[in-house]
């Protein structure tokens, strides 16, 4: 079983940065951001494997970057230029098992974390 912990949500002004964390216990293969706002389905940002191997849902694009620190274990999103459709709360993800490229639907993954808001106001 995989614990994570989120930290670093907040508010932020359109157009400013924000990054979030998320501490991992173990070492899962695949790992992610996903985010859901009210009334709305969990949508994905992005995955990354343990190699740095990066994949950006379209929509995604430009604004998000996901990273993984492996000597601290932690998962990273940093949002720049942050608009104010990017509120919601935002939650990291991982599972384990090797993939070839790691799986973007949610429902793949089996690990979550308790999820941080997020808040970009106009």
């Known amino acids: 079983q995989v614990r994570l912990v989120e930290s670093g949500g907040g508010s932020v002004q359109t157009g400013g940065s924000l990054r979030l964390s998320c501490k991992v216990s173990a070492f899962p293969y695949c790992m992610g951001w996903f985010r859901q706002t009210p009334g709305k389905e969990r949508e994905g940002v992005a995955v990354?494997?343990?190699?740095?191997?990066?994949q950006y849902e379209d929509s995604m694009k430009g604004r998000f970057t996901i990273s993984f620190d492996a000597d601290k274990t932690t998962l990273y999103l940093d949002l720049n230029n942050a608009k104010p459709e990017d509120t919601a709360v935002y939650y990291c993800a991982a599972r384990v098992g090797y993939f070839d490229v790691c799986p973007r639907r949610r429902d793949m993954y089996t690990n979550w974390g308790q999820g941080t808001q997020v808040t970009v106001s106009s």
């Open positions: 990354i494997d343990p190699v740095g191997s990066a």
